[in-house]
């Protein structure tokens, strides 16, 4: 406790010379406080990153929509995620038209595995690292492994609504390079009920083109019983090529501006 007697007597110290040394009738420093729209959204923002703190595992049923601008045309992908603490993942997605047609992402925390049935390749992303070892650049850094400062330093975040069971948050992009990727988005929290509150419900993306990406996840099923196994990546069919991708470039260190209050 050696600590805290070293604190106090600094404090006393402090204390003794800025009465000694303050103006008769001295004036206390203006402190900008936050709207109360902001303190809300600290508090929802602070809970949501405990939230993912506890998620040891999840199985999601998920959807995709794709919204093509230019040729106003949607496409429907349904399937299944997996979340496995700390950076393994799994999707599998079906084409809802053509259930031939099938996509396939996994990642075992050194590596994304991305199956293309088109051109039977296997494409083996590095990954670069955050000190969660998941991806910056990923969807499931921003759900699962990023703190909510780091949120708010990178992202422009505002809560839209709240309500019973629904809370929506918009998100801008701070970063050029997050910008290149979308526009804007929204996030859609569950409120209730109590198991499920604070998880993701839907994730919106706008590409700067106008197209539109919506993730939707009716069912989620936190902490569910996975085995690691699961998140081998299958061997690919003998016709099938592997190709590794280019090393990811580190994006660029510059600082954006602090959130306002």
């Not at 690919?236 to 959130?259: G, Y």
Request: aromatic share 12%; proline share 9%; net charge positive.
């Amino acid at each position: 406790m050696r600590w805290l007697g070293w604190t106090c007597a600094g404090l006393v110290s402090l204390s003794a010379a800025a009465w000694c040394q303050a103006p008769a009738n001295p004036t206390p420093p203006v402190v900008p406080t936050a709207s109360p729209e902001v303190q809300r959204l600290d508090q929802l923002l602070a809970a949501w990153e405990q939230r993912m703190k506890s998620i040891e595992s999840l199985i999601v049923e998920c959807s995709r929509a794709e919204f093509d601008k230019t040729y106003n045309s949607t496409e429907l992908f349904v399937g299944t995620a997996r979340y496995l603490k700390p950076n393994l993942a799994r999707l599998d997605l079906q084409k809802k038209s053509d259930p031939n047609y099938f996509e396939k992402y996994v990642c075992n925390g050194q590596h994304l595995y991305e199956y293309r049935l088109k051109q039977k390749m296997v494409r083996v992303h590095e990954l670069p690292k955050n000190s969660n070892g998941i991806s910056d650049d990923t969807f499931l850094s921003f759900l699962f492994g990023m703190k909510a400062e780091d949120a708010k330093r990178r992202y422009e975040l505002r809560l839209v609504k709240e309500d019973q069971w629904w809370i929506y948050v918009e998100i801008l992009p701070r970063y050029t390079a997050d910008k290149q990727e979308f526009s804007k988005a929204q996030m859609v929290l569950y409120a209730a009920p109590q198991q499920l509150a604070m998880l993701p419900r839907r994730l919106w993306f706008q590409h700067p083109n106008g197209s539109e990406i919506t993730w939707e996840f009716p069912k989620v099923e936190p902490n569910a019983r996975l085995n690691r196994q699961e998140f081998v990546p299958p061997q690919p069919p003998k016709d099938w090529v592997v190709e590794r991708a280019s090393a990811p470039q580190t994006p660029a260190k510059a600082n954006p501006p602090a959130p306002k209050k």
